[in-house]
Nanobody, 127 residues
């Protein structure tokens, strides 16, 4: 059983920063490509960022490029999302997800390709 637990969400003013963490347990973390997604009220879940198994490849949605950074520490079984210059439109529940893959450089922006999901953490950005 793979478990993902997000933390680090909260309330922040526009222009501020937050760092989300996602701790993964149950299987070998380094065999998973990881992703962050978000869902605002009344909207579909959307891609934010993804990182490959070894961390050498990353991908970002255009709306967060240059502001958000995804990185992982395989020794700690944890993936992070550093969020800077936050905007009110970043307000959402943020989810981390894991997908098993053989390939070291796979990054994936599709929700349907991820096998495991966390419970989500709320990020609220006030104007």
């Amino acid at each position: 059983q793979v478990q993902l637990v997000e933390s680090g969400g909260g309330l922040v003013q526009a222009g501020g920063s937050l760092r989300l963490s996602c701790a993964v347990s149950g299987r070998i973390f380094s065999t998973y490509a990881m992703g962050w997604f978000r869902q605002a009220p009344g909207k579909e879940r959307e891609f934010v960022a993804a990182i490959s198994r070894g961390g050498s490849s990353t991908a970002y949605d255009d709306s967060v490029k240059g502001r958000f950074t995804i990185f992982r520490e395989n020794a700690k079984n944890t993936v992070y999302l550093q969020m800077n210059s936050l905007k009110p439109e970043d307000t959402a529940v943020y989810y981390c997800a894991a997908r098993s893959t053989y390939y070291m450089t796979t990054v994936d922006s599709s929700t349907r390709n991820y096998n495991y999901w966390g419970q989500g953490t709320q990020v609220t950005v006030s104007s």
